[in-house]
C-alpha cells in the first residue's frame, strides 16, 4: 500500500474481498466495522497493563494479543461476501470457540463463585475491560443483523458471544490481582447526601 487514502470511497461505497461494492453503512460494513472498534478498545485495555504487576500482566497481554490477531481475521471473515468465501480467510470454526471457553475456565479458576450482577467499575484496567466487553456485545449484535439478512456459514457469531464472557471474566480477574473489591448491584440503593457546604434547596434563600 502506496498511500493511506485511495478516493475510492468518496461517494459513500467501499470495496469487499472479491471486488465487489456496497455502501458504506451495509451490514456487512457495520459487522466488521464494529469488530474493528473492539479490536481498538482491547488496544486500550493492553495501555493500561501497567496497573498489573508484571507476572500478571504478562499472560493477559498474550491472551488480550492473540485475541487482537483473531479479530483481524474474524474481520476479514466478514469482509468477505459467502459467493467470494474461497478467496478470504478460513472461516470460523468451533475449535475458535473452544479457546475461549477453555480461556474463560483457566481465568475464573481463581475467582470466587459470582452471586449478584456487578456494576461496570473498579481500576482504569478493570473499567477498560468492561468497556471492551460491552462493545464485544454490540459486535456480537451487527453481526447477528449481517446474518438475518446474508447468512453466514462460520462462528462468528458464537465466537464473539463467549468473548464477551471472557472479557467479563478478565475484568473480574485483574480486579482480583489489583485488590478491587467488585461492586455489587443494588435494586435499591440509598440516595448519596450532598457534600459539606452543598447549595441545597434548604440552604437557598
Same mark, same amino acid.
Given at each position: !500500500?502506496?498511500?493511506?487514502?485511495?478516493?475510492?470511497?468518496?461517494?459513500? +461505497?467501499?470495496?469487499?474481498?472479491?471486488?465487489?461494492?456496497?455502501?458504506?453503512?451495509?451490514? @456487512?460494513? +457495520?459487522?466488521?466495522?464494529?469488530?474493528?472498534?473492539?479490536?481498538?478498545?482491547?488496544?486500550?485495555? $493492553?495501555?493500561?497493563?501497567?496497573?498489573?504487576?508484571? +507476572?500478571?500482566?504478562?499472560?493477559?497481554?498474550?491472551?488480550?494479543?492473540?485475541?487482537?490477531? @483473531?479479530?483481524? #481475521?474474524?474481520?476479514?471473515?466478514?469482509?468477505?461476501?459467502?459467493?467470494?468465501?474461497?478467496?478470504?480467510?478460513?472461516?470460523?470454526?468451533? +475449535?475458535?470457540?473452544?479457546?475461549?471457553? $477453555?480461556?474463560?475456565?483457566? &481465568?475464573?479458576?481463581?475467582?470466587?463463585?459470582?452471586?449478584? &450482577?456487578?456494576?461496570?467499575? %473498579?481500576?482504569?484496567?478493570?473499567?477498560?475491560?468492561?468497556?471492551? $466487553?460491552?462493545? #464485544?456485545?454490540?459486535?456480537? $449484535?451487527?453481526?447477528?443483523?449481517?446474518?438475518?439478512?446474508?447468512?453466514?456459514?462460520?462462528?462468528?457469531?458464537?465466537?464473539?458471544?463467549?468473548? *464477551?464472557?471472557?472479557?467479563?471474566? !478478565?475484568?473480574?480477574?485483574?480486579?482480583?490481582?489489583? %485488590?478491587?473489591?467488585? *461492586?455489587?448491584?443494588?435494586?435499591?440503593?440509598?440516595?448519596?447526601?450532598?457534600?459539606?457546604?452543598?447549595?441545597?434547596?434548604?440552604?437557598?434563600?
Amino acid at each position: !500500500m502506496k498511500r493511506v487514502y485511495t478516493r475510492s470511497g468518496d461517494k459513500g +461505497e467501499t470495496g469487499l474481498i472479491g471486488g465487489s461494492r456496497v455502501p458504506k453503512n451495509h451490514p @456487512r460494513i +457495520e459487522a466488521y466495522g464494529t469488530v474493528d472498534e473492539l479490536n481498538s478498545w482491547i488496544g486500550v485495555v $493492553r495501555a493500561t497493563l501497567t496497573d498489573l504487576p508484571a +507476572e500478571a500482566a504478562t499472560p493477559l497481554r498474550q491472551h488480550l494479543e492473540f485475541i487482537q490477531h @483473531r479479530l483481524f #481475521a474474524l474481520g476479514a471473515d466478514l469482509a468477505t461476501p459467502a459467493k467470494d468465501a474461497r478467496i478470504g480467510s478460513p472461516l470460523f470454526q468451533a +475449535e475458535d470457540v473452544a479457546w475461549v471457553e $477453555r480461556t474463560i475456565d483457566a &481465568f475464573s479458576a481463581s475467582l470466587p463463585p459470582l452471586t449478584q &450482577f456487578l456494576l461496570p467499575a %473498579g481500576n482504569r484496567l478493570v473499567a477498560t475491560l468492561h468497556v471492551a $466487553r460491552t462493545v #464485544a456485545r454490540r459486535s456480537e $449484535r451487527a453481526v447477528l443483523s449481517l446474518h438475518q439478512v446474508e447468512p453466514l456459514i462460520g462462528q462468528e457469531l458464537r465466537y464473539l458471544n463467549r468473548l *464477551s464472557d471472557l472479557l467479563f471474566v !478478565m475484568a473480574r480477574w485483574a480486579g482480583a490481582v489489583t %485488590g478491587q473489591e467488585e *461492586s455489587c448491584w443494588c435494586q435499591d440503593p440509598p440516595s448519596p447526601q450532598p457534600p459539606p457546604g452543598a447549595d441545597t434547596p434548604h440552604h437557598r434563600e
